[in-house]
């Protein structure tokens, strides 16, 4: 008997692994749609009116503009906008900061790739960007679209950045694009983030937040922590050193099962710090503490895919499971 393969068979199975391969690594190509230049390109009335006529869903997400063409005043404030020298400042270095829009693109077609490996049904989003001088939010993200509102990320350097009580400078800090491809996907996050609506308790919260951090971190394993929850690195550096003390606030003060909305809302809320623990401690210590917690559990359960985990609404079955009572990782 011959027991020497055959040349045809070997070419045959060579082709079926390379198939294999390229449908194992098959990238999601993300294209940055960059409305923001169409939109200046023309400063009249008719090309802000043709331009949403063109982009009826970008504005609606965006403007909330529900017959966007037809909307005199969206079109007046627009032209008005895209006609102030000011603004067209703004509008120029925003083009500087993302004169190179592949590094974005990058990073949003790997963690898309990543999503759709865990959800295959989850659909490729357009994304799409504006520049307006803050008229729409930094960012709005639907199943199907995104729209970025660049000028918000232009960076601690450029002229004009958003004001207002709702940016104090330790959220201003964010506003810069490096932070902007995690806050997206920590944006998408939710829609896969079961939740026990009758679980009203601190506990159920954070392991919510740290579900949505963990499910970051897995589609963008290279992004470092400090971008993903949005510490500055000292900050980070800090909270793991003296998570400890932290835990045992939390313990002492017995808030893990807290139910009301204003003891929450001191740990969960953006702060500049939080004062019950000390001046060090930053602001929404309860969402890292629960990204500890789910971190520590899905560390402990590596059969568990961030599916399962996403779909797991069962809070103290993971704090329980987790077996975090404040401990550093291990070496």
Same mark, same amino acid.
């Given at each position: 008997?011959?027991?020497?393969?055959?040349?045809?068979?070997?070419?045959?199975?060579?082709?079926?692994?390379?198939?294999? #391969?390229?449908?194992?690594? /098959?990238? /999601?190509?993300?294209?940055?749609?960059?409305?923001?230049?169409?939109?200046?390109?023309?400063?009249?009335?008719?090309?802000?009116?043709?331009?949403?006529?063109?982009?009826?869903?970008?504005?609606?997400?965006?403007?909330?503009?529900? /017959?966007?063409?037809?909307?005199?005043? #969206?079109?007046?404030?627009?032209?008005?906008?895209?006609?102030?020298?000011?603004?067209?400042?703004?509008?120029?270095?925003?083009?500087?900061?993302?004169?190179?829009?592949?590094?974005?693109?990058?990073?949003?077609? /790997?963690?898309?790739?990543?999503?759709?490996?865990?959800?295959?049904?989850?659909?490729?989003?357009?994304?799409?960007?504006?520049?307006?001088?803050?008229?729409?939010?930094?960012?709005?993200?639907?199943d199907s679209l995104i729209v970025i509102g660049l000028d918000y990320f232009a960076g601690p350097e450029s002229k004009y950045r958003p004001q207002g009580p709702e940016f104090p400078q330790y959220i201003l800090r964010r506003y810069q694009k490096d932070y902007l491809v995690p806050a997206i996907v920590f944006a998408i996050s939710d829609r896969f983030n079961a939740t026990d609506r009758s679980d009203q308790t601190l506990l159920a919260d954070m392991v919510y937040y740290g579900k949505g951090f963990v499910f970051t971190k897995a589609m963008l394993p290279e992004v470092a922590d400090s971008l993903i929850i949005g510490y500055t690195d000292q900050q980070l550096t800090q909270t793991y050193a003296a998570q400890d003390l932290v835990w045992a606030h939390f313990i002492d003060e017995q808030l893990l099962y807290q139910t009301s909305p204003a003891i929450k809302q001191r740990y969960t809320n953006e702060r500049p710090f939080t004062a019950e623990i000390g001046s060090k401690a930053p602001g929404a210590i309860g969402r890292w503490l629960g990204w500890r917690i789910v971190g520590k559990y899905h560390d402990e359960n590596p059969s568990v895919s961030i599916r399962e985990l996403m779909a797991n609404t069962n809070a103290r079955q993971i704090f329980q499971e987790s077996g975090y009572k404040g401990q550093p990782d291990e070496e």
């Open positions: 008997m011959n027991d020497r393969i055959s040349p045809i068979w070997l070419l045959v199975g060579g082709l079926i692994c390379i198939f294999l #391969l390229n449908s194992c690594d /098959e990238r /999601e190509e993300v294209t940055l749609q960059r409305l923001d230049q169409q939109l200046f390109s023309g400063k009249s009335r008719d090309s802000i009116r043709a331009f949403l006529n063109q982009h009826p869903d970008v504005a609606r997400l965006y403007f909330s503009s529900k /017959e966007p063409g037809n909307d005199t005043a #969206l079109v007046n404030e627009l032209y008005n906008r895209i006609n102030d020298r000011e603004l067209n400042v703004l509008y120029q270095q925003v083009q500087t900061e993302f004169s190179e829009a592949k590094e974005l693109e990058n990073q949003l077609s /790997e963690a898309f790739t990543n999503i759709k490996k865990e959800f295959p049904d989850f659909r490729i989003p357009r994304v799409t960007s504006l520049v307006t001088g803050f008229m729409g939010p930094d960012f709005v993200v639907s």
